[in-house]
């Protein structure tokens, strides 16, 4: 895909109107600040209460850390097994791509350690399907477009197929759409490569979170432009530099090495690196009164 039309999807793929997840979900943040992480009570700090900007990029930061580790192997993994399919416009979507993709769900489910995450995570990644589907995909516009004409491209016709099975499967129960998993297959149906489908993944959970904590009157939203501005990018930098070759472990080697030593730079194996925000996210639905589902 050559780099301007990425640009375009790029733009497309930040709009603030698509179902990023900010009103539903504040990450924990609402349960972060309900158990008191924003009031610092030491002696030091008794005669100047800490800056709320302050606290919003330290939680900012540990929540990155934990989800580009946690999450960033599942869209890369994803992104690889859909892209693979694509590339072969006879296949079918019950191939191995789809077993792969079936695989990676049933792993981040069990990976993830509580029921208001996943809830979460499931309710995000169907919507993104639902995008696909109803927004992506190529409209039959009489007078400009002709089906039965080779103006439809293949690519595009085997990633609405893909789509379909996938939420079909959901529905039925059969897996669970998870928010990476469904990222991994809408941005490879969409031609974004893997680098810039994981960096746009973290861009928007830095600004859900921000739009979070707009809602629940931590910040403003004008201090939230600024923090988007001046910390997020190097946080985001930080952790795709940090987590970008991290995979889940379950596919073979895009070089088609098994060796332990194919690539150093592939480190297998997600991990969770905030037990405290974990924690805090699982007491969500213990509050007494919540803005957020979780």
């Known amino acids: 895909m050559d780099s301007d039309h990425e640009a375009y999807i790029l733009l497309l793929l930040s709009d603030s109107n698509l179902p990023t997840g900010s009103f539903v979900a504040s990450a924990g943040l609402e349960s972060y600040v309900t158990h008191g992480f924003f009031s610092d009570l030491s002696p030091a700090t008794l005669q100047s209460p800490p800056e709320k900007m302050d606290c919003t990029v330290n939680f900012l930061r540990d929540n990155l850390s934990t989800y580009a580790h946690s999450a960033l192997p599942f869209v890369l993994d994803t992104h690889r097994a859909v892209d693979q399919y694509l590339q072969h416009a006879d296949s079918d979507p019950a191939s191995p ?10 792993l981040y489910e069990s990976m993830t350690l509580n029921h208001i995450t996943r809830r979460a995570s499931k309710s995000q990644g169907v919507a993104l399907l639902t995008l696909f589907s109803k927004g992506f995909s190529q409209p039959r516009l009489s007078g400009h477009f002709d089906p039965s004409a080779d103006l439809i491209d293949s690519r595009a016709a085997n990633a609405s197929v893909l789509v379909d099975r996938l939420k079909l499967l959901i529905r039925k129960e059969e897996t669970h759409g998870h928010l990476p998993i469904c990222w991994g297959v809408l941005t490879a149906a969409l031609g974004l490569s893997s680098d810039r489908s994981q960096y746009l993944h973290l861009f928007l959970q830095a600004r859900s979170v921000l739009s979070s904590s707009v809602r629940l009157n931590t910040i403003g939203p004008y201090a939230a432009q600024q923090l988007l501005l001046h910390a997020v990018r190097p946080l985001v930098d930080y952790e795709m530099a940090q987590c970008k070759h991290l995979t889940a472990g379950l596919l073979p080697s895009p070089t088609g090495d098994e060796s332990e030593n194919a690539n150093d730079d592939e480190i297998r194996g997600p991990a969770m690196t905030w037990p405290l925000g974990e924690i805090l996210a699982a007491r ?4 007494h009164s919540r803005i957020f589902n979780s």
């Not at 791509?97 to 049933?106: K, S």
Request: aromatic share 0%; proline share 0%.
């Open 284 to 287: 969500h639905d213990l509050q």
């Open 97 to 106: 791509a789809m077993r792969r993709i079936l695989q990676l769900d049933e």
